[in-house]
């Protein structure tokens, strides 16, 4: 075991966890921001920076700091370490710069976007961008590009993070698609469209930080603060079945595997469950899915306060209401 500490508090973790890993163990506003590492993705990590941190101690041996910011999602804990992050300028100032890089040839699609309320982006732009760009280049332009019968790309999108590549060559027999090119002329892509297709290749759409990778059966076709996301499972063959389905009134939009609090699918689905199976009454209902994360989706409060909490078993904690004492 190794004892670090974080913006001053002290934890406890298991030896090789990296930074990011203890940071969220302890949780909250000191958690450094990710948009490339995914933990169920081996390998993934260490492309965005989004993450660096300042390590002022490198280990009880050796009370030396790091001489640059390291990316905290690859770095490996030792005992004794120190590492600022929201308490250190320099990591705040570096944390600016790179989502300044990030938006340098990002379309300001938002008001079109499939994944505006719940893109990391756009919560990482809000926390530590600018209002104005001094880029004055012009920015990459991409046409749409149809991955398969359910997955539409657009690259103009695309922070080049390599989770879905990770995602295909981890949880589908045969990846297609990879990065082409090199440098400034880097993009996701096939050479041929409509070839990503099996059981699995829906999972791309939910581990993208950004809204690169749509589904097409859900595009355009609603906001999603204007729906209400419902935990529900069924028998399933090929997954375990559990998703969160995004209704409106009877109406299901979309269906996508669950996920924590820091965006990070739980347990990946087929696509039988999340494109063919559109009807409630294909699914076991379990209830409101506890929206985790600072997200505008809990806006529209579909978790109702229930008062006889043991009629309505295993509720998340915000949907739970005491009764006033008499």
Known sequence: MAKITFDGIEVEVEDGT????????????????????????????????????????????????????????????????????TTNEDVLNARKGIVE??????????????????????????????????????????N??????????????????????????????????????????????????????????????????????????????NRVWFTKPMDAHRDCPTCSGKVTLWTRGEEVLRVTARKDQYNEVEEFICNTCRFDKKETKDWTIEGPRHIERNSVISANHYELPVLNVPIVPNLPSSTKKKLPQQ
Not at 130 to 135: D, F, K, L, P, W
């Open 18 to 85: 990296t930074i990011l890993q203890a940071a969220r163990k302890i949780g909250g506003s000191v958690v450094p921001p990710a948009m490339c590492y995914y933990t169920p993705l081996k390998g993934s990590g260490g492309k965005c920076r989004v993450c660096l941190v300042k390590v002022t101690q490198g280990s009880a041996k050796d009370s030396r700091p790091m001489p640059k910011l390291v990316a905290s999602c690859i770095t490996p804990v030792q005992d004794g370490m120190v590492v600022e992050n």
């Open 144 to 221: 749409k590009i149809d991955l398969g019968p359910y997955i539409q790309l657009h690259m103009t999108r695309c922070i080049l993070c390599y989770r879905c590549v990770y995602t295909a060559d981890q949880i589908t027999p045969n990846r297609v698609h990879g990065v082409l090119g090199r440098g400034d002329a880097a993009e996701i892509g096939t050479y041929i469209e409509n070839v990503i297709d099996n059981d699995f290749s829906g999972n791309v759409i939910d581990v993208c930080p950004v809204g690169a990778l749509t589904d097409k059966t859900w595009r355009f076709k």
């Open 101 to 142: 890089m990030l938006l340098i040839n990002h379309p300001l699609d938002c008001p079109i976007c499939d994944q505006a309320g719940e893109c990391d982006l756009q919560d990482l732009s809000y926390e530590h961008g600018v209002s104005a760009t001094r880029y004055e280049e012009e920015r990459r332009k991409f």
